[in-house]
Structure formats: C-alpha cells, structure tokens
C-alpha cells in the first residue's frame, strides 16, 4: 500500500516569496491534515479536512497561508508571503476518518522549507 | 484546552538500560493517547497507542498504561537498543474528529 506522498521535499526561498507544498494521501483516507514542525518542537496543526471540508483551521495563518482539497483527495498548502518565521518542515498526514478509524495518522516525510 | 507536556531531552543512554519518557496531558472529555516515533530521516510513525484509562499499549518492546488518576501515559522499555535512537512524541486526539495533538518530542540517544 502507498503511503503518504509529499512534494518538493526540500524548498529554499526569500522572505516574501511564495511557495506551494502538495500531498498525496493514503488511498481511501478522508481526513488529510497539513502539520507545521518547527525544529525543536512537536508538530502544531495548520489545518484539517474531512472529504473536501475544513474541520480545523484555527491555527492556520490566514492573512499568508491557504489549503485546498478541491476533490477530496490530494492537497496543496500555499504560503505567500513567506516570512523568515515560517522555516519548518510541512507535515502531511491522513487518516480514515471513518467508522473504523482509531485516530492513528499516516505521516508522509515533510516537506523542508527554508525561508532566507 | 487539550495539552501535552513530555520530559525534555535529549535523553542519553547506554545499550541494554532501562528507558523511562514521561508524558502527561490535559483534555477535556476522554482522548485517545499516542506515542509516535521519528527515526533519523524518516517520517512520524505510530509506537503505540491507548483508547481508554487503564490500557496498556505496546509494540517493539516499548510499553504506556493510560492513567487516568495522573493524567498520564509514560513511555518505557526495559533494554534499549542503539536502534531506538529516535525522537519521540506524546500526543492526544480528541472529538469525533481525531484533532491529534502533539507534545515537543524527546531526543533519545542510545550509545553502544
């Protein structure tokens, strides 16, 4: 079964630039979630779909970050303007969201971002 | 709000020793508790994980008892091995939705 799949792995940038990170979920799974891990720290939820619908986005930067899942299936986050704080890996994760689904996530590798 | 606090690291211990990750958290209602592991240029993959107070969960030799009464969910593992060199990560989901939320995550160094 393929996993979690996430592009570009790695991303370098100037500060007020854009870039577009894009994730491919677990076959079948309906929740897709857009992580954000600063080094050092744990992942900090960006947002959270459900089928095509937003669940949680409450810590999503909204005046620079956006998040589609126009069918359901893969998704991209958008960062634009970039800002020096915003270096992190992007984490993708999925999960059945479903009857049987225990709450396990499915992480894809993360995608690099450094912000110059 | 829904919390997690881990032990900082990084944690360094010889191959064979007793290993001990403490983990505590807050909720409100009755989350499911998770320990994800990071090894050395991979992704987050679950370790294990406990659905209600009083289970257990294990996999790989590593052990957690959800504690209701302390709030807790403490990683161990009896003998280490320089392979368990990892980060770890304590982390609560709560609500029909699964919101999963993640503690800093502890460093562990195992020497030979």
Not at chain 2, 49 to 75: I, P, Q, V
Request: some cysteine; glycine content about 10%.
């Amino acid at each position: 079964e393929a996993g979690v799949a996430q592009s570009p792995r790695y991303k370098i940038i100037e500060k007020r630039q854009s870039v577009a990170f894009w994730c491919n979920p677990i076959s079948g799974h309906a929740t897709l979630y857009w992580y954000q891990q600063i080094l050092g720290q744990g992942p900090k939820l960006l947002i959270q779909f459900q089928n095509n619908g937003v669940v949680d986005d409450s810590q999503l930067p909204k005046d620079r970050f956006s998040a589609e899942r126009l069918k359901g299936v893969d998704s991209t986050l958008k960062i634009q303007p970039a800002k020096l704080e915003d270096s992190a890996v992007y984490l993708c994760a999925s999960s059945l969201g479903a009857g049987e689904d225990t709450g396990e996530l499915f992480f894809g590798e993360g995608s690099r971002l450094t912000v110059l | 709000g829904n919390s997690v606090t881990q032990m900082e690291g990084p944690v360094t211990l010889s191959e064979e020793a007793f290993l001990t990750i403490n983990c505590t958290y807050t909720a409100t209602g009755y989350p499911s508790l998770f320990w994800y592991v990071q090894y050395p240029g991979e992704g987050l993959q679950l370790l294990l994980k406990a659905t209600k107070a009083d289970d257990k969960g294990s996999n790989k030799g590593f052990e957690a008892t959800y504690r209701k009464e302390t709030t807790s969910f403490h990683l161990e593992k009896g003998s280490v091995q320089v392979s368990d060199s990892a980060v770890y990560f304590c982390a609560l989901s709560v609500g029909g939705g699964f919101k999963t939320i993640f503690g800093a995550g502890t460093r562990l160094f195992v020497k030979a």
